[in-house]
């Protein structure tokens, strides 16, 4: 992931094995880390049982707020994908019966979004 991408707001992929040691202290017993996003400082996790997002707060990013969303709650999402001018696909999620999203994410070109589609959808659709 480009840092200028980066500036931006836009996620790239995470290494899943970074993920993991990071991170693993969050996961309880059978649950897994299916795919995640970095912002710059930011991560979001899907795992096989919910939505982890991360959020690094301050100038040293020490206060950290993880915010946890079953895929149960998720009532919605949709994706837009990126055009020629818009570098950017985006993921717009919302919670019960809210009625503007909860969770609103930009990627960069890295991210399939089709593929981040198709984790929610196997987990939300089920």
């Given at each position: 992931?480009?840092?200028?991408?980066?500036?931006?707001?836009?996620?790239?992929?995470?290494?899943?094995?970074?993920?993991?040691?990071?991170?693993?202290?969050?996961?309880?017993?059978?649950?897994?880390?299916?795919?995640?996003?970095?912002?710059?400082?930011?991560?979001f996790i899907f795992t096989n049982k919910r939505l982890v997002l991360i959020d690094?707060?301050?100038?040293?990013?020490?206060?950290?707020?993880?915010?946890?969303?079953?895929?149960?709650?998720?009532?919605?999402?949709?994706?837009?994908?990126?055009?020629?001018f818009d570098l950017e696909a985006e993921l717009k999620i919302w919670i019960s019966?809210?009625?503007?999203?909860?969770?609103?994410?930009?990627?960069?070109?890295?991210v399939n979004i089709y593929d981040l589609q198709k984790v929610l959808a196997q987990?939300?659709?089920?």
């Amino acid at each position: 992931m480009g840092l200028f991408s980066s500036l931006l707001g836009n996620a790239g992929v995470a290494n899943p094995d970074e993920l993991n040691k990071e991170y693993s202290n969050l996961l309880f017993d059978g649950e897994t880390i299916e795919v995640g996003f970095k912002l710059l400082r930011d991560v979001f996790i899907f795992t096989n049982k919910r939505l982890v997002l991360i959020d690094k707060q301050g100038l040293t990013g020490k206060k950290i707020q993880y915010l946890s969303i079953a895929y149960k709650s998720i009532s919605k999402f949709s994706i837009e994908t990126s055009g020629h001018f818009d570098l950017e696909a985006e993921l717009k999620i919302w919670i019960s019966s809210e009625t503007l999203p909860s969770v609103e994410k930009k990627f960069n070109r890295q991210v399939n979004i089709y593929d981040l589609q198709k984790v929610l959808a196997q987990h939300v659709c089920n």
